[in-house]
């Protein structure tokens, strides 16, 4: 398992921004693509967007796309998610995660089930 620290949620206007950071250690070597999750009470985990290591290849979730931005710094084993034009609807837990494999799939992953690691989460609250 690797270990995945999130940081940089918090409070912002609709419209606004916020950048969140996930710092990944620990056993990474079969880990080849972090995801962003988002989470509200009741609701299923839904997936916001994804990145592999290798190439930086992304995918975004339907209610994110052209909003948000998914980067990674391979150096600094850190990926970063920017949120732009936020929205009420974006408020929620949002989760790193890390999805493993020998082999590195052709598809980026997009499931819950896909990922094996996950970090704490970290709360963004957009007020309208």
């Known amino acids: 398992q690797v270990q995945l620290v999130e940081s940089g949620g918090g409070l912002v206007q609709a419209g606004g921004s916020l950048r969140l950071s996930c710092a990944a250690s620990?056993?990474?070597?079969?880990?080849?693509?972090m995801g962003w999750f988002r989470q509200t009470p009741g609701k299923e985990r839904e997936f916001v967007a994804a990145?592999?290591?290798?190439?930086?290849?992304?995918k975004y979730g339907d209610s994110v796309k052209g909003r948000f931005t998914v980067s990674r710094d391979n150096a600094k084993n850190s990926v970063y998610l920017q949120m732009n034009s936020l929205k009420p609807e974006d408020t929620a837990v949002y989760y790193c995660?890390?999805?493993?494999?020998?082999?590195?799939?052709?598809?980026?992953?997009?499931?819950?089930?896909?990922?094996?690691?996950w970090g704490q989460g970290t709360q963004v609250t957009v007020s309208s």
């Open positions: 620990g056993r990474t070597f079969s880990n080849y693509a």
């Open positions: 995660a890390a999805a493993f494999g020998f082999l590195i799939p052709v598809t980026i992953p997009v499931s819950v089930r896909e990922y094996g690691s």
């Open positions: 990145i592999k290591w290798s190439g930086g290849s992304t």
